[in-house]
């Protein structure tokens, strides 16, 4: 289970990190968007207690049949549906004029 979290924890920040390589900017106000987003009690530091509760959200979101378990199909088909929101020509290439639209619209 606990590689399982770390799947869907680093799945979570390969997407983060698509996102803020679309921005113009450096990516750094993703980032410390981001991180004040998991830094719950605000005192600059994750802890893995505030770390859990993401990957955590992300875990029930990856399990769709909740059976308390991601399969290696409901990682796909979670990148699939992330993918999906993004490509907003529905093309199947994200470009970065796409990344920016959903960004700013999320």
Known sequence: MKNKMILVALLGLFVMSLEASAKKTSGLASLGANFKTIDTNGDRAISFDELRVIIDQRFKNADVNKDGQVSYEE????????????????????????????????
Do not use: T
């Not at 979670?78 to 999320?106: M, Q, T």
């Open 75 to 106: 990682v796909l088909q979670a990148v699939k549906a992330r993918f999906d929101e993004r490509d907003l020509n529905e093309d199947g290439v994200i470009e970065p004029s796409e990344a920016i639209k959903f960004r700013l619209s999320n």
